[in-house]
């Protein structure tokens, strides 16, 4: 007779729904998910996966890791990342070496897919966490990520 | 007859038969009363909305509406007055007249069958002497709005809507309806305030009653659930398959009609159970039973609003059932567990095993 044993367990799987459910009730005071968000604007972090932009660190001394090898330029599917560069001569060495005069970065045609973080091979680029992009002139979107004056980190290349 | 002699109508009551002849008199205070139960149930429909919300978001580890006003508690109060200032639509070959009068009869068959709840020993509008046949009768009319709704609008998830409320609703009546004669076999009376005299005396009835009366409240919470259509029984609004169900047509405060309609049904059902199984307006032990100023009012809602939460604890825990195990719990397990049950209660009556 499976009818009895069906509405036995039937009810049984009901009351551990129920119980799961209510234990989240009685913890919703405390543990509510809810950001407010305007609210706790100074306090409100994201986490570290979320992907708000594409931004360039820089050191102390203002250098970046970004060699100006292009492989984010050509990783990225939709032409976000933009790389003006030039061949300088080395103080060191003498030589002629490539390097980056302006690494641009359409915010605006971007698809945080991360192709770009993925292909550099010197982690110039990394994803920021800030989450508040909107301006009123689209072509505030173009960013230029390398700072003005900075140059690359010596060491980087080799 | 129309009496309500509580200590404000009381008042009410003899200026008004002071001033007019008694006809008038008398119909002046039945427009009194209707007006008051109108204003009193638009609000409480409002609350329960909120409360829905809010217990949905805590649930889901939310914190629900918190913005107007303080926790919220003018939200569906704007709710309201944004659905009353929108305009009202319709589509091209609606059935124009049965279109209008779908929510009023919705609204109405609710509002008619809160006269006959006691809400305390002096607040019942309409103490009949067949009051709980007369709620059975009344509670099923509403699924009528509800089909000339879902045909009227002429859309095809409307039309899907309102027929599986159909047959749901005629499904479910069966269950609803066995499992309160089932109480009534235990009161031997139809009406709701003697039926209330007798808890009185000999403990709640789902005390008198204990194992078919517990049986029988199981089953009643589980069919009353699937009448108002209310989650997991919610087929007729299914929004991942209908979009709306039967309302699906409606804006403005037509929409707002069957949207209220629902929770005053869902009020219902509540008081049914509490004055069935849980003694009414009685306080648990007779705590209070020689206060007088006590507002026994008090206890009825507490007690009603315990059995709500039961029922939105069901609606945010279990999934949506499909139509035929819908069917089948109704036909293959609810009812022929009521008959039964109906029997076993008729049998510890005969030997005198109540409380």
């Known amino acids: ?158 | 007859m129309m009496m309500i002699p509580l200590n404000i109508t009381k008042t009410i009551h003899d200026w008004l038969y002071s001033v007019m002849p008694e006809n008038a008199a008398s119909i002046t205070e039945m427009l009194l009363i209707a007006i008051a139960y109108l204003a009193l149930f638009a609000v409480a429909g409002l609350y329960l909305v909120l409360l829905e919300r809010k217990v949905a978001a805590w649930f889901q580890l939310r914190l629900g509406p918190n913005r107007v006003g303080p926790f919220g508690l003018f939200q569906t109060m704007a709710d309201a007055l944004k659905l009353l200032s929108k305009e009202l639509t319709s589509t091209d070959k609606t059935d124009k007249f049965l279109y209008n009068l779908a929510p009023f009869f919705v609204i109405t068959t609710s509002l008619i069958a809160l006269s006959v709840f006691p809400f305390s020993k002096q607040f019942q509008a309409f103490d009949i002497n067949i009051g709980v046949f007369f709620l059975i009768a009344v509670s099923s009319i509403g699924v009528i709005g509800i089909l000339i709704g879902g045909w009227s609008s002429n859309n095809k998830y409307a039309m899907i809507g309102a027929m599986r409320s159909g047959v749901q609703t005629i499904s479910y009546e069966l269950s609803v309806g066995l499992s309160i004669i089932t109480m009534v076999l235990l009161t031997g009376t139809l009406q709701l305030s003697e039926i209330i005299e007798i808890q009185r005396t000999g403990g709640w009835l789902i005390w008198q009653g204990h194992i078919p009366a517990i049986i029988a409240f199981m089953i009643f919470m589980i069919a009353g659930t699937a009448e108002t259509n209310r989650a997991p029984f919610d087929l007729v609004e299914a929004e991942s398959e209908l979009g709306a169900g039967f309302h699906t047509e409606y804006s403005g405060m037509k929409f707002a009609y069957f949207f209220l309609a629902e929770f005053i049904n869902m009020f219902i059902i509540a008081s049914i159970a509490v004055v069935l199984f849980f003694g009414g307006w009685l306080s648990p032990f007779g705590i209070t039973e020689g206060i007088t100023w006590f507002p026994e009012v008090l206890w009825f809602l507490i007690k009603v609003l315990i059995i709500i939460f039961l029922m939105m604890w069901f609606r945010w825990t279990f999934p949506r059932l499909r139509i035929d195990q819908l069917l089948t719990l109704e036909w293959k397990y609810l009812l022929p567990i009521n008959l039964v049950n109906l029997v076993v209660m008729a049998i510890i009556i005969w030997l005198n095993l109540t409380f």
């Open chain 1, 1 to 158: 007779m499976s009818y009895f044993s069906d509405i036995y367990n039937g009810i049984k799987t009901l009351l551990t729904g129920m119980s799961v459910t209510g234990k989240y009730f009685i913890h919703a005071r405390k543990g509510s998910l809810t950001q407010q968000y305007p609210d706790n604007r100074e306090t409100l972090k994201m986490f570290d996966r979320f992907r708000g932009e594409v931004v360039m660190p820089h050191d102390e001394n203002n250098e970046h890791r970004c060699t100006g090898c292009q492989k984010c330029e050509i990783a990225c599917p939709n032409g976000t990342i933009e790389i003006i560069w030039d061949r300088g001569i080395d103080e060191e060495t003498g030589k002629k070496k490539k390097k980056i005069d302006k690494h641009i970065y359409h915010l605006g045609m971007c698809t945080m897919c991360g192709l770009c973080i993925e292909a550099c091979p010197t982690d110039a680029i990394v994803w920021a966490q800030n989450y508040e992009n909107s301006v009123y002139d689209r072509t505030k979107l173009s960013k230029v990520l390398n700072q003005p004056g900075s140059k690359v980190k010596a060491g980087i290349e080799d």
